[in-house]
């Protein structure tokens, strides 16, 4: 496994924020593509949003879509997830997963992907 971590999650109210990183130590992230994807209780792990390692394309899953934005912060080396006007539907436990490659488009699927972190809790709840 790599060593990178997910950070920022919590409890929030309803139309709240929040910035989720995940971050890399000892390597740079910027030959990766990055995925976001979530698990709520009972449910199977969706993808959230991707970033591409080349060209930094984006793709964002319907639900997501104008409130989410995932971007790269090269001088943090971190991958970040701008979370706004947050739902209770999105409660859920937010990991980041990584793929090594000079790929131009990303996917939302959970088996493309080769490393994961071990997740941040977000409760939106009021």
């Known amino acids: 496994q790599l060593p990178f971590v997910e950070s920022g999650g919590g409890l929030v109210q309803p139309g709240g924020s929040l910035r989720l990183s995940c971050a890399a130590s000892?390597?740079?992230?910027?030959?990766?593509?990055i995925g976001w994807f979530r698990q709520a209780p009972g449910k199977e792990r969706e993808g959230v949003s991707c970033?591409?390692?080349?060209?930094?394309?984006?793709v964002y899953a319907g639900s997501v879509k104008g409130r989410f934005t995932i971007f790269r912060d090269n001088a943090k080396n971190t991958v970040d997830l701008q979370m706004n006007s947050l739902k209770p539907e999105d409660t859920a436990v937010y990991y980041c997963?990584?793929?090594?490659?000079?790929?131009?488009?990303?996917?939302?699927?959970?088996?493309?992907?080769?490393?994961w972190g071990q997740g941040t809790q977000v409760t939106v709840s009021s």
């Open positions: 997963a990584a793929v090594r490659g000079p790929y131009r488009l990303c996917m939302l699927l959970p088996s493309e992907y080769d490393y």
């Open positions: 000892g390597f740079t992230l910027d030959s990766y593509s």
């Open positions: 970033i591409s390692s080349v060209d930094d394309n984006t």
